[in-house]
Structure formats: C-alpha cells, structure tokens
C-alpha cells in the first residue's frame, strides 16, 4: 500500500494485520482521487472509516488543507497516526478513536469532503448518510465518495443532498454524492 501522488508520492503505509481491515485497493483508490481531483485542494477532509488511514493520506499528499480521521479500533487508529506522521501531515491531521456514528453526532464542524469506506455488509454506509445529512456536516457544494459492493443498491439522499454518478471497478462500486448550494 503506497501513497499515489502528491507530496508523499510513493511513500509506503502500514498496513494491520488480520482480514478485519479491508484497504481499498491502488487502482481503486487512483481512480476515486482521479475523480475528486479538483474538490481536494486547500479542502478540509473527513474520513470516516479510517482504516490505516490510506484515503486521507493521500487526500493530504494531494493539498488537502487538513483531514479528520475517525477510526474505531484502538490499533488502527494508532496505525493512522504513524501512517500520518511517516508522511509529514502531523499538522494538518487529526485522528479520533471512536465510533462513526458517535463522531457524526458530536460533530460541531463542516467539511468539503467525506470518504465513507465502511465495513460492506455493516449497514454503516446507509446510517453515515442519514446521519451526515441529519446533521448537515457537509458544507455546501461539498461532495461525500461512498464505497461499497457494487450489487449493494446505494442510498438515495434528499435535498439539498443528491446521489451522483456511480462507478464501478469490478467487485467495489463508488457513488459521489454533492451537497447543492444557495441558488
């Protein structure tokens, strides 16, 4: 597992031990950064599921202006942190150990972007999106990068959020999702 592009090109991440973390895959991840690319500059990012922390990683090495990470487990939240600071991004990072749904409820600020790369049988795709648009944490024209199984049929949002374009990679499916504006 290697960062793509950016200031940290090339760098190696750490990866858990086990089958309990699920990384998203390099050409996946190149693919859902290809599409995002000019939503990620100077951007305040969220990543959900944080895993090895992998997607907001490379969201920093791309100009990322800061990323929040929320992680449950205790060791893969302190893997985030390594993988952050191997990379430089101490600064612009901050990693919470705690369950998704508990950050969401709690959250007292707005993001442009947010990676939700739950577990895919978990039903925590679906509660991240009623829960982020209840608490209406995505600042306006902001975009949400959902991953999921591609035959999983992917929740669709009510206004002023919308499900966007979906794309299909094999066996994983990413839909975006936007937040319109004030016309």
């Not at 290697?2 to 090109?9: H, K, N, P």
């Not at 199984?149 to 206004?159: D, K, Q, Y």
Request: aromatic letters at 8%; one cysteine or more; hydrophobic letters at 40%.
């Amino acid at each position: 597992m290697r960062v793509i592009a950016g200031s940290a090109r090339g760098r190696r991440l750490n990866e858990l031990q086990g089958m309990e973390t699920r990384p998203t895959t390099d050409k996946v991840k190149e693919s859902l950064f290809n599409i995002i690319q000019f939503d990620v500059p100077g951007r305040k990012v969220l990543d959900l599921f944080g895993g090895t922390g992998q997607l907001g990683v490379e969201a920093l090495s791309r100009g990322a202006a800061h990323c929040t990470f929320v992680e449950q487990r205790r060791d893969a939240a302190a893997l985030i942190r390594e993988n952050v600071k191997a990379c430089g991004f101490q600064e612009q990072a901050r990693v919470v150990q705690g369950e998704a749904l508990s950050f969401l409820a709690s959250c007292k600020e707005k993001f442009d972007v947010i990676l939700l790369d739950p577990p895919y049988t978990s039903g925590l795709l679906e509660a991240s999106l009623e829960a982020i648009t209840r608490f209406d944490i995505l600042k306006e024209h902001g975009i949400i990068v959902g991953e999921t199984a591609a035959e999983r049929p992917f929740p669709m949002l009510n206004a002023p959020y919308e499900t966007g374009r979906e794309y299909r990679y094999g066996k994983i499916k990413l839909v975006v999702c936007h937040r319109a504006g004030v016309r």
